[in-house]
């Protein structure tokens, strides 16, 4: 299921993060004013959203308790690019 993005975002990417790692991870976007995303990636898994070009996604891994932020990655490098021509 989709995330809905905040009223005022005119453009919009597709994106994929895959948790390559085996541990869970949490996926946090929190440079959109007005716009939560929150998700936990289990290993293997591989997820879609949706989400404003310019946002980052944070990357947890660790204890819930304990976790730190071991990645940050634009959405652009995520996104996914039709290949209908």
Known sequence: ?????????QERILCC???TTSQIQIA???NITNW???R????????LFETPPEAKL???T?????????DRI?????RLHSSIQ
Do not use: K
């Not at 660790?62 to 071991?70: D, E, M, R, T, Y």
């Open 28 to 30: 946090r976007i929190t």
């Open 62 to 70: 660790g204890a819930i308790a304990s976790a730190i932020c071991s």
């Open 40 to 47: 936990v990636v289990f290993p293997g898994q591989r997820f």
């Open 1 to 9: 299921m989709l995330e809905p993005l905040p009223a005022n975002c």
């Open 17 to 19: 993060y895959v948790n």
């Open 36 to 38: 939560y995303f929150e």
């Open 74 to 78: 634009p959405c652009v490098h995520l």
């Open 58 to 60: 944070e990357i947890y």
